[in-house]
């Protein structure tokens, strides 16, 4: 598999200069851009597989940036912002970015990452989109006829835990922020929504559990939201 290209954007130096060293590193192509409006030129004129984005830039704030590429592009993009930018960060991915890195990060964090965006592309590509049927680990959905399985055997669900579990399932390894999902279950999100959804979330691992009970599939991005993690069947390895 040929490794992806990389747009870095990144006004500080240093932070730059470590992210492009690691890609180096690790077979990555690259580019870098330091400030929004080169990164803007340069998804169009590089068409990089995967951007990296620090959301504090100098000229355009990242969170324009990433609605402007939005309006063109599915590229994807993972957010890189210091703790401070917090908010900013539920705000990304709500325009759109597919995951996040907190300043500071670990060069693993940042292969990480990058490995599970390059692992949800290889996948959309041979996906069949035309199928009814959406399967992660031992969860086996078939959305044609509101069926769930784990572990072959019938998981019966409120309709809002199906719902809550099809939106999952259809973006397996993107971060989900709570707004995202409590949008999709009530069309509104309001704060009250958040601690519902909590409850919910709490019910639905429970019966996945009760018959999977090694895998873990739903991963809680505390103050942000929620990821349904790619599980590898063992046999298949
Ligand atoms: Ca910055």
């Not at 680990?137 to 019966?156: C, F, K, P, S, Y």
């Not at 929504?193 to 639905?204: E, I, K, N, Q, T």
Request: charged share 30%; glycine share 4%; hydrophobic share 40%.
């Amino acid at each position: 598999m040929n490794k992806s290209v990389i747009l870095v954007v990144e006004d500080d130096v240093r932070v730059r200069n470590l992210m492009t060293t690691t890609l180096k590193l690790h077979d990555y192509k690259y580019e870098t851009a330091s400030c929004g409006k080169e990164a803007l030129t340069q998804t169009l004129s590089s068409r990089p597989d995967i951007v990296l984005l620090d959301l504090g830039l100098p000229d355009i704030d990242g969170k324009e940036v990433i609605a402007t590429i939005r309006s063109w592009s599915q590229v994807p993009i993972v957010v890189v912002s210091a703790r401070s930018e917090d908010h900013d960060k539920i705000d990304a991915l709500d325009l759109g970015a597919d995951d996040y890195l907190t300043k500071p990060f670990s060069v693993d964090e940042l292969l990480a990452r990058l490995r599970v965006v390059e692992r949800r592309l290889q996948r959309e590509k041979y996906e069949d989109r035309t199928s009814s049927m959406v399967k992660n680990g031992h969860i086996e959905m078939d959305l044609a006829a509101g069926i769930v399985r784990v572990n072959r055997q019938e998981l019966h669900l409120t309709p809002i835990e199906y719902k809550i579990l099809t939106l999952l399932m259809k973006n397996i390894d993107k971060v989900l922020t709570h707004t995202q999902i409590t949008s999709h279950i009530w069309g509104h999100s309001e704060e009250s929504d958040v601690a519902g959804l909590r409850v919910y979330m709490a019910g639905l691992r429970k019966k996945i559990e009760r018959l999977d009970p090694i895998s873990t599939y739903i991963q809680t991005h505390i103050g942000v939201g929620y990821r349904m993690q790619k599980v590898d069947l063992i046999e298949k390895q």
